[in-house]
């Protein structure tokens, strides 16, 4: 079975703040707001599917967070700092790694490289999540 992880299971990215031009109804942002686009965390233990659904539940367009600047990575860790009462928490991103290949489930470009030595680990046998 899939493991259960303490999230980002709650992370939202690509819901747009209530005041952006584009939205025809708002969207209140319960986590922060970072360049234009809203950002959750929820502890909830979920696998990376349920947690990819709760996001696609809560808005439309929303996505488990992808990590595309060095900026973006340190707003993500204060806010599940946060979130984890500053405890540290595993974190689902909206990544996955198939035939060796990491990709952002919203599309995002795969450019960001400052994870820990060794992760992620797109040697894996077998499809994995970030």
């Known amino acids: 079975t899939e493991p259960k992880m303490s999230i980002p299971e709650g992370f939202r990215q690509g819901t747009e703040p209530s005041n952006a031009k584009v939205q025809t ?11 234009t686009k ?13 947690a990819q659904d ?3 539940n809560l808005a439309p367009k929303a996505e488990l967070a992808s990590v595309t600047s060095g900026d973006l990575h340190s707003h993500l860790v204060s806010l599940v700092t946060k979130g984890g ?7 689902w991103l909206g990544a996955t790694i198939r035939n060796q290949q ?3 489930v919203d599309g995002s470009e795969w450019s960001y490289t400052d994870w820990m030595p060794g992760h992620p680990n797109v040697r894996a046998d077998k499809p994995v999540c970030v």
């Open 25 to 35: 109804q708002p969207v209140a942002c319960k986590g922060e707001i970072i360049n």
């Open 38 to 50: 809203c950002y959750e965390f929820n502890p909830m233990l979920l696998t990376f599917k349920d």
């Open 54 to 56: 709760l996001c696609r």
């Open 85 to 91: 009462q500053n405890n540290p928490v595993l974190t």
């Open 102 to 104: 990491a990709s952002w």
